[in-house]
């Protein structure tokens, strides 16, 4: 069919094909959660319904897009990896990010009331998106862990700061003075010694966030069957199925990646 005349804006749109060989990485960030944590009467520091919701969110994104090898969320964000030899669509960041970025934020609102029943969503909430490539599987663990060691940074400073607010009476300027300066020792501290809270048994959810990976389960169903020269019956049938499975555990350390060997690719 002939061209039209207009046919020559397509010639603006860039390339923007991400690197072959390189894991992907998409990673999503609430928009404005602050507001949205206190409109929402979020749980301080940790609500499970928010955190639950996330994590329902990111299982959509990996059961309906293809090729995420594993996602890691803490907070209001989600980190997506696609695997290095992905060739959906064509690589093409734009596709990709905002593939991840709507289907997640559909389904954050579509699976709203799983975890908040009858409170309502007061405004349609926003997620920012971006990708990042990263050639080596040292590079991708790196990244994995810079964002888990912000989750337990976060996490241990607001736990402490939210008990001596709410168990130790201190306002919030007051929690704020008193943990200026102060090391990770140092919290750890104030919370076994003045509130007997051993932070190593704080929730591992919150303290390590979660990761989804796929895998592979056996199932049995029983199906009704006819065989031959015998009456139609039930016959247990075990078929292995691929299931996005979600873990609360470090994943900085090796032992986590030597357990699922599948997840990356080998470097060579
Ligand atoms: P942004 O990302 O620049 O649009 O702005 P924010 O406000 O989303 O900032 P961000 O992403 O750095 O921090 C996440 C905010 O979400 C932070 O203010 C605390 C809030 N938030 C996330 N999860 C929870 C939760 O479980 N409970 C409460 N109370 N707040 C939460
Ligand atoms: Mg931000
Ligand atoms: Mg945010
Ligand atoms: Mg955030
Ligand atoms: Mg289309």
């Given at each position: 069919m002939a061209k039209s005349k207009f046919e020559y804006v397509r010639s603006f749109e860039t390339d923007d094909t991400c690197l072959r060989n390189c894991y992907i990485v998409v990673r999503l960030d609430g928009r404005n959660f602050h507001k949205f944590a206190e409109q929402h009467q979020f749980a301080k520091p940790n609500d499970d319904r928010a955190l639950g919701l996330m994590s329902r969110s990111a299982r959509s994104v990996m059961e309906e897009?293809?090729?995420?090898?594993i996602s890691y969320g803490q907070s209001d964000e989600f980190s997506f990896v696609f695997k290095k030899t992905s060739t959906w669509f064509k690589r093409r960041a734009s596709k990709l990010m905002t593939h991840v970025a709507s289907q997640f934020s559909s389904s954050y609102v579509f699976y709203w009331k799983e975890f908040f029943g009858e409170q309502p969503l007061l405004y349609p909430p926003g997620f920012d998106g971006r990708v990042v490539l990263y050639p080596t599987n040292r590079n991708l663990r790196d990244y994995l862990s810079w964002r888990q060691a912000d989750c337990h940074i976060n996490n241990l400073y607001n736990t402490v700061f939210w008990t001596l607010v709410q168990k130790g009476g201190l306002t919030t300027t007051q929690a704020e003075d008193r943990l200026k300066g102060t090391l990770a020792s140092d919290k750890n501290e104030i919370l076994f010694s003045e509130f007997d809270i051993n932070y190593n048994n704080e929730s591992a959810l919150h303290r390590k966030g979660t990761a989804l990976i796929w895998e592979k389960r056996d199932e049995t169903v029983s199906k009704r069957m006819k065989l031959p020269n015998e009456e139609e019956r039930e016959v247990p049938v075990t078929r292995s199925r691929r299931k996005v499975e979600a873990y609360h555990c470090d994943i900085i350390g090796d032992q986590f990646w030597e357990e699922h060997p599948d997840i990356l690719e080998d470097d060579n």
């Open positions: 897009l293809e090729d995420i090898i």
